[in-house]
């Protein structure tokens, strides 16, 4: 089988994780008779540099037509002083927002032999740890409306609406 995968190297140690993820993928397709093409793709704080924006037009394109997208670590302290719209994390909530991404799915496995090193109380870990926590990404907080006010008092208010539609409740 073919793919087309997004490579989206990001910032800081993105690019070296990223490079060594692509060196596992390309084994596994040796391994399994798979092909891989890769698109290098610019978000985040190298977006910012190269192209004024943290995800520009093209980058969102080409990851809606690819079979898969490999995200590194995006932003650093370079880009810290920025106005919240224009900082490196806003690719991210574009690419979920684009890419109609509903949840980060985050596995937790925690092996017997690190289990003094745990912060959990031990009757819990005691047999090791295996959950997966799963969050969603589209809704609420991340995309809901927020702005400013002053209230009949004369008092400044701010608000920031978490709102879900009924499909984000449901998973579908």
């Known amino acids: 089988m073919k793919y087309n995968i997004a490579l989206i190297k990001g ?10 993820a692509v060196k596992v993928l390309d084994k596994a397709c040796e391994v399994f ?22 995800l520009p037009p093209e980058t969102l394109k080409i990851c809606k037509e690819s079979d898969s997208v490999l995200l590194g670590a ?24 684009g890419l109609d991404l509903y ?12 289990a003094e090193a ?3 109380k031990s009757e819990i870990i005691r047999d ?23 209230d009949e008092k004369g008092e400044d208010k701010a608000f ?5 539609s009924a499909g984000e409740v449901e998973g579908s």
């Not at 910032?11 to 060594?20: A, L, S």
């Not at 008779?33 to 943290?54: F, R, S, V």
């Not at 650093?76 to 806003?90: N, T, Y």
């Open 11 to 20: 910032d800081g140690i993105g690019p070296e994780i990223v490079n060594e």
């Open 33 to 54: 008779g798979h092909e891989m093409t890769y698109a290098e793709l610019a978000a985040g704080g190298n977006a910012i540099d190269a192209y004024g924006q943290p």
């Open 74 to 97: 995006v932003g650093g302290p370079k880009w810290d002083s920025l106005p919240g719209d224009m900082r490196p994390e806003r690719a991210l909530l574009g690419l979920r927002e």
């Open 103 to 114: 949840a980060n799915i985050r596995p937790i496995i925690l092996h017997k032999s690190l």
């Open 118 to 120: 745990c912060p959990l």
């Open 128 to 150: 090791g740890l295996d959950i997966v926590i799963v969050r969603e990404l589209t809704g609420g907080i991340y995309f809901g409306e927020r702005g400013r006010y002053t």
């Open 160 to 164: 920031d609406t978490e709102c879900y």
